[in-house]
């Protein structure tokens, strides 16, 4: 039998290293013939995925990139690992995404990845966030402000559902790392120049037309 002293820190490599698997760039390139990195955004993630390749792309990556980051984690909640040992394969499948070893180390923001990390083992925080982020977007059609509002939520929420505290830092942690990486979506906001989802679709369409 292998020793726990062995097991926890190569789940956590492991765990960073299928976080860092890049689907968005996959799937892309194998359904829409399309690199991410070079339209939209630029980035490798759901909601990108979606605005270069189409529905199905985006709902895929979507799908994928949350289930490498609970996977992992499901596998150590339901192991009966320590709180600690267990936010730290969720943090680790977190920065494989943000920050990918197979990239450069030029990965996604990490919103559904941690989503997907935190579901399995605080599904009420992550329900709460979840809903933040849906009633956000529904009131100002921002996805960058949408997703960090939900990433402030989490840890707020982890605290009010009486989470450990590993798991609060964890979450804390998560809520930072998302307005980081949000850090020029924050920008654009304070400006008046971050697209909305309505604008995006506004040029989607203004732009098929002058394909026509």
């Known amino acids: 039998m292998i020793s726990s002293d062995i097991l926890q820190p190569a789940a956590v ?27 939209g955004s630029g980035n490798i993630g759901a909601t990108n995925a979606l605005r270069t390749g189409g529905k199905l792309v985006g709902a895929l990556t979507l799908l994928a990139d949350m289930a ?14 320590s709180e600690f040992w267990i936010a730290a394969v969720a943090v680790a499948a977190s920065l494989g995404h ?17 989503f997907g990390a935190v579901l399995p083992w605080l599904p009420w925080a992550a329900l709460t966030a979840l809903l933040v982020w849906l009633l956000s977007l529904k009131i100002s059609h921002y996805v960058s402000l949408s997703s960090v509002l939900a990433g402030c939520a989490l840890p707020l929420a982890a605290w009010g559902f009486g989470a450990s505290v ?18 020029g979506n924050i920008r654009r906001l304070l400006d008046g120049t971050e697209p909305s989802t309505i604008d995006d679709r506004k040029a989607r369409e203004a732009s098929e037309l002058r394909k026509e």
């Open 98 to 114: 943000v920050f990918p070893v197979y990239l450069k180390f030029q990965g996604g923001k990490g919103v559904a990845t941690m």
């Open 13 to 39: 490599l492991a765990a960073y290293l299928l976080g860092a698997i890049p689907f968005g760039l996959l799937l892309s390139r194998l359904i829409s013939k399309r690199d991410p990195r070079e339209h």
């Open 166 to 183: 590993p798991a609060i830092v964890a979450s804390g942690f998560f809520g930072l790392l998302m307005t980081l990486r949000h850090a």
């Open 68 to 81: 490498k980051g609970a996977a992992p984690v499901a596998l150590a909640v339901y192991g009966g690992w």
